[in-house]
């Protein structure tokens, strides 16, 4: 099984008490995406990883990215440390099946979701491999989450959407039906992750 990559390190700050931030990036893409969030993390004064998913191509299923991304944890984190999971699209998915299937609940404390496909995206329909076909609307991967999405009580979950999102589709599948759902008019699924001032917030909601 391929390892998950640690990305650079950020410049060093004063670090704050608060759990570590983990930055999961979404399909085709890897954590130099997550420069904005991690650099706004970073300069708060937290602890930031942004792991790499390896094959980043939507080839392999979702749930065995998930044990990548708990593999990592593992690695980086101390024994019963717990940390705030920000995931992107895919990334966010990887991050849901970590917390319901792979024992995440013990290590995540709260859950951003960005422009994720929660009840899948007609894009899927476009593209091969195990994990693309996990995003399909209906997919068994996704009915089994729905069916027991109340496994994330007990972590703060925060799910953010933009209605003029091409990539997830309809926009609202973003949605879920526990947590804080928030529509942000922002022009482009992308955008949820290089945005200045969602990133500001972002860093508010986990600090509180």
């Known amino acids: 099984m391929t390892l998950l990559a640690e990305s650079p390190a950020p410049e060093i700050v004063t670090i704050t008490a608060l759990p570590p931030v983990v930055i999961v990036h979404g399909i085709f893409r890897d954590h130099r995406l997550m420069s904005r969030l991690r650099k706004t993390f970073a300069l708060a004064g937290r602890r930031v990883f942004t792991p790499d998913l390896s094959p980043n191509d939507g080839s392999v299923g979702i749930n065995e990215l998930a044990v990548q991304l708990g593999e990592f944890l593992e690695r980086h984190l101390a024994p019963g440390e717990r940390c ?30 960005l422009a994720a496909p929660h009840h899948g995206t007609m894009m899927a329909w476009f593209f091969g491999g195990r994990g693309v076909r996990d995003l399909r609307p209906g997919s068994p991967f996704l009915r089994d989450l729905a069916r ?7 972590v703060l979950v925060a799910s953010y ?48």
């Open 161 to 208: 959407w933009t209605p003029f999102d091409a990539i997830i589709v309809p926009p609202r599948s973003s949605e879920l039906p526990i947590g804080r759902n928030v529509c942000v008019a922002l022009p482009h699924h992308r955008a949820l992750v290089t945005n200045r001032r969602l990133a500001r917030e972002l860093v508010e909601l986990l600090d509180n």
């Open 148 to 154: 027991d999405v109340s496994r994330l009580d007990g």
């Open 84 to 113: 705030d999971v920000i995931g992107h699209s895919m990334g966010a998915m990887v991050a849901r099946s970590y917390l319901q299937r792979h024992g995440g609940r013990a290590r995540v404390r709260k859950l951003v979701t």
